[in-house]
């Protein structure tokens, strides 16, 4: 019997390491840069996006503010309290002349000017308060004193703002607009009237410019169309607009509604 020979194990060589061509390489940093370039084009557009979307906000928040001021106190033209007490011819009596406001007839409530070039019109509200009545000014404030005050306050757009005068003279408070993300260029006003026909139901039939308004129109005036102009916050390319233009009619109290 052969003598069993202890089996012995051949030691294979190790497969050798190697690292990357630098082809390899090359093609991993292209890979790399431009899963980049897409992350970071991800990023500004959403940052983008945001930004406008904040722009807009502000915009959408300025334009109701312009627009609830001016109806809040365009639709005050003419107003006086108690009718059972104070008459209006003398709440509302002829004024020769406001520094920046012009004059009024007996009973008139409300006046204005306009141009055709920017920043357009102006349009001047007067109306009489009793204390603590309640009704605002164009700077949100209300008569607190002991007798009955008489507002005359004057909208038009100053240093790309809606701003106001709150006693026909020419300090005026800036309301909306002026810088930022957007501005006010421009303010156009009409009024409505009744012209010829039969009756007086407080109908109106045609808007006029204030040019265009006689003595009769002013005590007349039914409603007010007012229209703002705001630069776009983000104009962009495909015909987006540079500016906005904003509408509304608004009716005057004493004027809207059936005679009766």
């Known amino acids: 019997m052969k003598p069993t020979l202890p089996r012995r194990f051949v030691r294979t060589p190790a497969a050798r390491q190697r690292g990357l061509t630098l082809i390899e390489l090359s093609i ?21 996006a945001y930004a406008n979307e904040n722009k807009l906000s502000q915009l959408q928040d300025a ?17 006086y309290p108690n009718p059972a007490l104070f008459s209006a011819d003398l709440s509302l009596p002829a004024v020769g002349s406001f520094p920046a406001a012009g004059s009024f007839q007996v009973l008139q409530g409300i006046t204005g000017t306009h141009s055709t070039s920017a920043p357009g019109d102006s349009v001047t509200v007067r109306f009489t308060t009793f204390p603590a009545d309640g009704i605002l000014d164009c700077i949100g404030e209300t008569n607190t004193g002991a007798s009955n005050q008489t507002y005359v306050n004057i909208f038009k757009v100053v240093n790309d703002q809606l701003a106001c005068s709150v006693d026909g003279g020419t300090t005026f408070t800036g309301l909306v607009g002026g810088g930022g993300n957007f501005k006010v260029q421009n303010l156009d006003v009409s009024y409505g009237v009744r012209q010829g026909g039969v009756g007086n139901d407080n109908s109106i039939n045609r808007y006029l410019h204030a040019d ?49």
């Open 28 to 48: 991993t940093m292209v890979l790399a840069l431009f899963l980049l370039a897409g992350l970071l084009t991800i990023l500004q557009n959403t940052r983008n």
């Open 63 to 79: 334009e109701r503010l312009a627009l609830t001021i001016m109806t809040d106190v365009i639709q005050s033209a003419g107003y």
């Open 212 to 260: 265009a308004m006689g003595a009769a129109d002013w005590l007349a005036v039914g409603a007010v169309k007012i229209a703002l102009t705001f630069t776009n916050p983000v104009p962009g390319p495909g015909g987006t607009p540079a500016t906005i233009r904003l509408e509304r009619v608004i009716a005057v109290m004493n004027r809207a509604g059936v005679t009766t």
